[in-house]
């Protein structure tokens, strides 16, 4: 089973709008709300692709009670830890080309006790075995930037291995604590080795830096440029083109769902890369958060760069 932690969950409101106009009044086209937050999504997308999976979260407030019905229409199985806090409710903005402006709250305090009844929700479920133990996200309020670094070593005593998607401090925290996988985008990544990423070159030789620190391996989310996968053994790079995207929000998300969907099905890691890719680019062709299906992943054609062109321009 596949645990997701999201310590900092959202409710997702998607607006589509013509065009977006800074300091107007606009009438939407559509709007649509989804259960947000990155592992949330990993959890859904996991699921729909029928890879067993539950996710942990703290609920509270008025969109923790929009979250619990959102979650409860979906059946996802979930450990919901109640807070005196509310969640937040994030917005996106799309327009027609799929340009998504996105605007994330900070999210309540959680006090110690909420923190101790989240990782203790975390250790419950782990208890029913584990094959990986998924930490994403911002971080809420009152916790330290190294809470991801605990979650590494909780997922490593429990027999599990560890991915990681955040950013700033908690994610340079968490590289630290030696995770099996971590998921940045290329600004994250810029982030965590501290210099800028022209090319397909400079993100290998990034990855590179960060697995010679500990880290295990690293897929890199590059946009409409595909994603990069870096191990210690191997180097691949897979890209598919869309034509019709609708919202990126969650894409990276997906992207991480289809590369453990694929290695708990037994495939190797540049194999699951193609996979990763295809449930990325599927979910941009998916309106606001919502995660692909196997049909919707079954559409796109998802092309492998080999050998690895290392002077593409990101
Ligand atoms: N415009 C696009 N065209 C095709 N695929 C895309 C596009 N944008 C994103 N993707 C796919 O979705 C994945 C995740 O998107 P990205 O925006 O890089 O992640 P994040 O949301 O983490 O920043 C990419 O690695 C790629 O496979
Ligand atoms: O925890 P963070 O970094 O604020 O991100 C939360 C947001 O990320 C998501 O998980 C995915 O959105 P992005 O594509 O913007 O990364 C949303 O569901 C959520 O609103």
Request: net charge negative; charged share 20%.
């Amino acid at each position: 089973m596949i645990l997701t932690l999201t310590p900092n969950p959202s409710v997702d409101r998607t607006i589509a709008v013509t065009t977006l106009q800074r300091g107007a009044v606009q009438r939407a086209t559509d709007s649509r709300l989804d259960p947000g937050g990155k592992g949330i999504n990993v959890s859904r997308a996991l699921a729909v692709n029928g890879t067993d999976t539950i996710a942990v979260l703290p609920v509270g407030g008025p969109q923790g009670q929009i979250m619990q019905t959102l979650l409860r229409e979906i059946a996802l199985p979930v450990e919901a830890v109640e807070i005196a806090g509310s969640i937040r409710a994030n917005v996106g903005i799309v327009e027609p080309d799929g340009t998504t402006t996105k605007v994330n709250e900070l999210g309540p305090a959680l006090s110690e006790d909420e923190v101790a009844a989240l990782l203790a929700a975390v250790d419950r479920a782990a208890g029913r075995g584990l094959t990986w133990l998924v930490g994403c996200g911002s971080l809420p309020q009152g916790l330290d930037p190294a809470f991801y670094v605990d979650l590494v070593r909780r997922g490593h005593e429990a027999g599990a291995k560890v991915a990681i998607d955040s950013s700033g401090p908690p994610m340079a925290a968490a590289v630290a604590a030696s995770p099996d996988l971590i998921k940045p985008n290329d600004e994250e990544l810029e982030e965590l080795v501290g210099r800028p990423l022209a090319t397909v070159g400079d993100v290998v030789d990034a990855c590179r830096t960060l697995i010679a620190g500990g880290v295990g391996s690293v897929v890199v989310s590059l946009g409409s440029k595909g994603a990069l996968l870096v191990t210690p053994d191997e180097v691949a790079h897979a890209a598919a083109t869309i034509t019709n995207p609708l919202s990126t929000v969650g894409a990276g998300d997906s992207l991480l769902a289809g590369y453990l969907h694929a290695l708990s099905r037994g495939d190797t890691p540049s194999a699951a890369l193609r996979t990763a890719v295809a449930f990325g680019s599927a979910a941009v062709c998916l309106p606001g958060t919502e995660v692909p299906t196997p049909e919707d992943v079954a559409r796109i054609d998802v092309r492998v760069s080999d050998p690895v062109d290392l002077t593409l321009s990101l």
